[in-house]
């Protein structure tokens, strides 16, 4: 029997409001006709005013995991940078690694964010042609310095940036042409506030260009034969299109709130919980790099974050994040992010507040 619903406060998968459930439950077209062919070209430019770009935003039926998977697989000819500082970002060290291509981790403690001038001293050494970057890591709440990331790398002209945006697209600005990111990734189901299944993925020109000179590693994951088919309005397999629905629907009720009001909503949630947490608990990344979608609180009060949950589940239908791997119960996690409002988090830290006795 299905359990009543919980509200997701959690990073991942995030609350989804029933329009954009209803969007999915439209009669499905073929994924080569004439509807399709519209649906795909109307997404188009509203993903690239949305993510400030005018190369191509390719749409994978895939974890943000598959499309760092390609990000590398297209995109590293040489030898890959990735900057490590948590589980997310230590994964595309893994992925990269078990694609059997050349890299290196510049790992650091996962409280402290990655420096730009730690990445400068690596690329300096002429090794690498592309690196990684989780921007905002979800296991710890942190957000990176994408910017000033960006600023370095653009100085060495052949390495190539590729962003892990997943927990950040949706409720944080990412000007991908401005910044010069050959690859932005993220997942649907963090702050675009859809379920899970889609990736959206948007690719520089001269990303394209050299996974054209790369040898043919993947084919579910090529660019180029992605790109080709793109060009139709298509897709080289059949897609998810109940997704590529609710994504049109979400892009229209993004774009009607006004994505600098938008933006601005995720700065005063994150704002009302992060005050809330250093209160009465702390937070675990350093000060100045603290996440807009997510806060990682830091259990110094030493309560049990299972039991806490659980009585969130059971006498209140919300519910929030244990801490990640390492971090379990040492850490929990409150996600702002998406389609929820300041009321909202006001709501869940009162209940919180209540059962802590706060």
């Known amino acids: ?26 009669p499905q ?20 005013r949305f993510l400030h770009t005018e190369h191509p935003v390719l749409l994978f039926t895939a974890s943000s995991t598959g499309a760092m998977e390609a990000a590398v697989q297209n995109c590293v000819r040489k030898r890959c940078l990735n900057l490590v500082n948590g589980a997310f970002s230590r994964r595309w060290h ?40 989780a921007y905002n890591e979800t296991s710890t709440g942190m957000l990176n310095p994408l910017a000033e990331i ?30 010069g990111l050959d690859v932005c990734l993220a997942g649907v189901q963090k702050a675009m506030a859809l379920p ?23 084919y579910y994951f090529s660019f180029p034969v992605m790109l080709k088919y793109h060009k139709r309005n298509q897709t080289p397999s059949t897609p998810s299109i109940s997704h590529m629905y609710a994504l049109d629907v979400q892009l ?15 700065d005063a949630m994150a704002r009302i919980v992060q005050d809330w947490a250093k209160r009465h608990f702390d937070i675990y990344p350093e000060q100045g790099y603290w996440s807009k979608t997510l806060t990682c609180v830091k259990n110094t009060r030493e309560i049990s974050v299972a039991d806490l949950n659980r009585k969130l589940v059971e006498a209140y239908g919300m519910r929030i994040s244990n801490g990640y791997g390492e971090l379990k119960e040492k ?5 702002h ?20 006795g706060l």
């Open 337 to 356: 992010m998406g389609d929820l409002t300041v009321a909202e988090v006001h709501g869940l830290l009162g209940v919180i507040d209540s059962i802590l």
């Open 331 to 335: 850490t929990f996690r409150i996600a």
């Open 196 to 218: 899970a299944g889609l990736t959206i993925c948007s690719v520089s020109e001269r990303a394209l260009a050299r996974a054209e000179t790369v040898n043919p590693r993947t």
């Open 94 to 133: 893994e992925i990269t690694a078990g694609c059997g291509l050349p890299c290196d981790a510049l790992e650091v403690p996962w409280e402290k964010a990655i420096k730009p001038e730690q990445v400068e001293d690596k690329l300096r050494s002429g090794k690498y042609d592309a690196v990684t970057l």
């Open 150 to 179: 960006a600023e370095v790398v653009g100085t060495f002209p052949d390495v190539f940036f590729l962003v892990d945006a997943v927990s950040a697209m949706g409720g944080v600005d990412i000007d991908v042409d401005g910044l």
């Open 29 to 48: 077209v073929h994924h080569r006709s004439p509807e399709f062919t519209e649906l795909y070209a109307a997404l188009q430019p509203k993903l690239q």
């Open 252 to 266: 229209d009720t993004m774009l009607d709130e006004g994505l600098e009001q938008r933006f601005a909503r995720h």
């Open 1 to 26: 029997m299905r359990k009543a619903h919980s509200k997701l406060f959690t990073p991942g998968p995030t609350e989804v409001r029933s329009e954009i459930l209803q969007a999915m439950a439209v």
